[in-house]
């Protein structure tokens, strides 16, 4: 089995949505600093990926299938 890549899952959710990290903090609510290590993470807690894709109006089935493209 092969393991997610969370950081590319966060990188091709905000290119499928069209949202840069900047924006993504914002909608967040957290800082652009964090959403560079989001980006750079290979792994992440489960709550900070329900954040994500709330944020990004996304399914955590859709997050996830993003690391596998």
Known sequence: MELIDTGR???TA???KGVNSRQLAKIANTSPQQVLRWRKSKNMKIHTI???CLSLD????DFIS???K
């Open 9 to 11: 899952c966060v990188i």
């Open 14 to 16: 905000q290119r499928n």
């Open 50 to 52: 329900q954040l994500i």
């Open 58 to 61: 996304i399914t955590i089935d």
């Open 66 to 68: 993003f690391g596998y």
